[in-house]
């Protein structure tokens, strides 16, 4: 079992960056790859970014590549999300989320979800 918590989110204007952190507790995050997922007002939870155990294998969704990186640091069982050039569109409740098996793209493949930070893009 691992709890993650999600830190970071807040108010930027359009062109701006965030950089958002989720820490895990419990067990070692080493063991999950991690993910990131963002929901809208009105909208469905969509994947953002992925990453593997490593760090070798990273994914992205199209509408956030060559914006926003994913990072980990597994001695501070911490994982990151680096958005620049942010967007109105960007905003929403950017949530992190665990799995015991390979790096993907699936939200059902997660297991573990920490319970979202706000990010809002003004234009």
């Known amino acids: 079992q691992v709890q993650l918590v999600e830190s970071g989110g807040g108010l930027v204007q359009a062109g701006g960056s965030l950089r958002l952190s989720c820490a895990a507790s419990?067990?070692?995050?080493?063991?999950?790859?991690m993910g990131w997922f963002r929901q809208a007002p009105g909208k469905e939870r969509e994947f953002v970014a992925c990453?593997?155990?490593?760090?070798?294998?990273?994914y992205y969704a199209d509408s956030v590549k060559g914006r926003f990186t994913i990072s980990r640091d597994n001695a501070k069982n911490t994982v990151y999300l680096q958005m620049n050039s942010l967007k109105p569109e960007d905003t929403a409740v950017y949530y992190c989320a665990g799995t015991g098996g390979l790096a993907t793209m699936k939200e059902y493949d997660f297991d573990y979800w920490g319970q979202g930070t706000q990010v809002t893009v003004s234009s």
């Open positions: 990453i593997s155990r490593s760090s070798i294998t990273t």
């Open positions: 419990g067990r070692t995050s080493s063991r999950y790859a």
